[in-house]
Structures are given as structure tokens and as C-alpha cells.
């Protein structure tokens, strides 16, 4: 089983910036790695991936140029560095740790951006 947590959540001004970890732990054999949120009544949406072999990453349209993810090989993290944050990017953050066959997931983290 993979344990993932993430953290780096918390209620930031309009404007701001946030950076959030997710840290995968136990048998970990990791094709990618990617970051999806959930704002209430709504269905969770893609952010932010990352290719654990080749660095490869992909965003969705609404956070591009503004988000970027990236990755640390020793400590099996991944990080989505959060700029200009936008009322509309409040949401509970949720990271995914996908193997070739299973994904996992974590039990997210709250960003509340204030206008």
C-alpha cells in the first residue's frame, strides 16, 4: 500500500502565493504523479501532472502559467508551487500517486484564496 499526504494548505489572499507538498511513502513504483481539486458541488478537475521518469509535466489550461509542479527524487515528494492565487482556485487540493496498474490518493488539502 502507498501512503500519500499532502500538505501546504491554508486560507491566503487574493494575489498570493501557496506551495503544496505531497509526500508518497511504502511500496512506491511510480509512473506519475499529479495534483487534481475539488471545490464543493463540483466535480474534481485536473491541475497538474508530473512523469516520475522523464520530468515530463502537464497542466490544465486554468493554471498554466501560474502553477508549477515539481518533483523530489529522494524524498518521493512532489510540490505544486501556487502564484497569483484566484478566488476560483479555492478548493480542496488532492494529490494522486500512480503506479503502472493503481493510483492512491490523499486525503487533501484545504486552499481558501480571499478576495
Known amino acids: 500500500q502507498v501512503q500519500v499526504v499532502e500538505s501546504g494548505g491554508g486560507l491566503v489572499q487574493a494575489g498570493g502565493s501557496l506551495r503544496l507538498s505531497c509526500a508518497a511513502s511504502?511500496?512506491?513504483?511510480?509512473?506519475?504523479m499529479g495534483w487534481f481539486r475539488q471545490a464543493p458541488g463540483k466535480e474534481r478537475e485536473f491541475v497538474a501532472s508530473?512523469?516520475?521518469?522523464?520530468?515530463?509535466?502537464n497542466y490544465a489550461d486554468s493554471v498554466k502559467g501560474r502553477f508549477t509542479i515539481s518533483r523530489d527524487d529522494a524524498n518521493n515528494t512532489v510540490y505544486l508551487q501556487i502564484n497569483s492565487l484566484k478566488p476560483e482556485d479555492s478548493a480542496v487540493y488532492y494529490c494522486?500517486?500512480?503506479?503502472?496498474?493503481?493510483?492512491?490518493w490523499g486525503q487533501g488539502t484545504q486552499v481558501t484564496v480571499s478576495s
Open positions: 508530473i512523469s516520475w521518469s522523464s520530468s515530463r509535466t
Open positions: 494522486a500517486a500512480n503506479t503502472q496498474t493503481e493510483s492512491y
Open positions: 511504502g511500496r512506491t513504483f511510480l509512473k506519475y
